[in-house]
């Protein structure tokens, strides 16, 4: 073992290139890899325009709750699965319900008026509040044992290149949006920082080779396997990019009553590869806070691998009674639904770097919506579904809270990283104190 000591010292003993670093940072055998003190993680995943309710919902409560169709790609994660009913989202003022909906969701305070018309309703801005990710990843970033490269990683699938409120769901702080990153070679440079240029395109492994080589020798024999496998997800990310370059992306621009036009048939392909660099980013500890956007509120997909070819925004205005509507809804939400557990499974088949268990025992993923339900644009019983062990908090349940406020929960998030909160968002909408789902 060797003595402890920072990653400047390290670096500057052994003539390291700070290339080197982000494959080191995580390494339990290195004594500036952080703390022996269990790392907690959250992922937020946002998927738009509400949920059938008779597909999402469980008939049954408790543990021996019910998964209906939508929720069926998460049977095999029963043991680490809370579904969260009765939580509903009271923030008012301007803007309609789906830009509340999603720039209230994580800030939960209300949007500032503005010149952005949608609906029928006032036309609003950009949220006044900061998001609980961001408000749970400055808290880490001040402690030097919980501090990391990136503090917090937003990434996105087939999110419109365009800054509205419909596109945003974190912020920095009031009037602050941060947009997710939907392309996988950005998110890839932002991560390694070796690819400005996509045409000439070099093995980011090649000039940090010798570096890995001389500290592999003083790695234990676990320690040089995770190493190993850090960097042939390089080789291999790096590959599949390339053979992806020159497939573009196309984002609709914004709609507001019709579903938007969006030829994102990679939407498939674009989410495996976000979630294995997220995945990567965690087991390296890049981050311990990450959010994954699909599309925006109002997301208008034409999901044609599951041969449903009208847009999601407008398929969701479908009255519940347009049972068709209702089936091609439920395959929407089964296939988000899909997209969870694939996270779920590579977190759960990935070791705890130097800890417990593998990385889902000790992350929180929480899915949601901004709306409850598409067609009526409610704000009530907005969809948590949780997965993980990242809370310390009885899972294998279905729990219907009735009537409870949505920043409630968003402060119960912060707790189990040691961030007790008293409010968050507006502090009317915050008594009782954070959400207890024990």
């Not at 309703?121 to 900061?130: D, I």
């Not at 009885?394 to 119960?412: C, E, P, S």
Request: aromatic fraction near 8%; hydrophobic fraction near 35%; glycine fraction near 8%.
């Amino acid at each position: 073992m060797m003595t402890p000591r920072s990653r400047r010292e390290f670096i500057q003993t052994l003539g390291l290139s700070t290339a080197a670093v982000p494959f080191l940072s995580n390494l339990p055998s290195l004594c500036f890899a952080g703390s022996m003190q269990r790392k907690r993680r959250l992922v937020v995943i946002f998927s738009p325009n509400g949920v059938v309710k008779k597909t999402f919902w469980p008939d049954t409560m408790g543990s021996e709750y019910d998964l209906k169709e939508s929720l069926v790609p998460l049977e095999p994660f029963r043991d680490q699965l809370l579904i969260v009913k009765g939580v509903h989202d009271k923030v008012k003022g301007d803007g309609d319900s789906h830009m509340r909906g999603i720039g209230c969701l994580l800030t939960g305070t209300e949007l500032y008026p503005g010149n952005i018309q949608g609906g029928s309703h006032t036309p609003a801005g950009w949220a006044s509040g900061q998001s609980i990710d961001q408000e749970i990843k400055n808290f880490l970033q001040q402690s030097p044992e919980t501090r990391t490269n990136f503090g917090s990683l937003e990434f996105g699938v087939s999110v419109p290149k365009v800054a509205d409120t419909w596109t945003r769901m974190v912020y920095a702080g009031p009037n602050q949006p941060i947009a997710p990153i939907d392309d996988p070679y950005q998110m890839f440079n932002k991560l390694y920082g070796r690819m400005e240029d996509r045409e000439m395109l070099k093995s980011l492994l090649d000039d940090v080779r010798e570096d890995l080589e001389k500290v592999s020798r003083r790695l234990s024999r676990e320690d040089r396997r995770l190493l190993e496998q850090h960097a042939e997800f390089v080789r291999q990310t790096e590959q599949e990019l390339k053979q992806n370059q020159q497939s573009e992306i196309l984002h609709a621009m914004p709609a507001l009553e019709q579903g938007v036009e969006d030829n994102n048939d990679n939407m498939p392909k674009i989410s495996t590869m976000q979630i294995d660099m997220m995945v990567n980013s965690f087991q390296n500890d890049f981050s311990r806070i990450a959010t994954l956007q699909y599309t925006r509120s109002v997301g208008g997909a034409k999901m044609r691998w599951l041969d449903v070819e009208r847009g999601h925004h407008d398929l969701s205005h479908e009255p519940n009674s347009n049972e068709e509507a209702q089936q091609q809804l439920t395959k929407i939400n089964h296939w988000y639904a899909e997209q969870v557990a694939y996270l779920a499974q590579r977190l759960r088949e990935t070791p705890e770097p130097g800890g417990q268990g593998s990385l889902l025992d000790n992350t929180t993923i929480v899915w949601t919506n901004e709306l409850g339900e598409g067609n009526s644009h409610t704000l009530n019983n907005i969809p948590f579904v949780l997965i993980g062990g990242g809370m310390d908090v009885a899972m294998n349940r279905a729990i219907d809270l009735k009537d409870v406020y949505h920043n409630r929960l968003l402060m119960a998030l912060a707790q189990p990283f040691g961030h007790h909160l008293s409010t968050f968002g507006n502090p009317d909408f915050c008594g009782g104190g954070p959400l207890s789902l024990s």
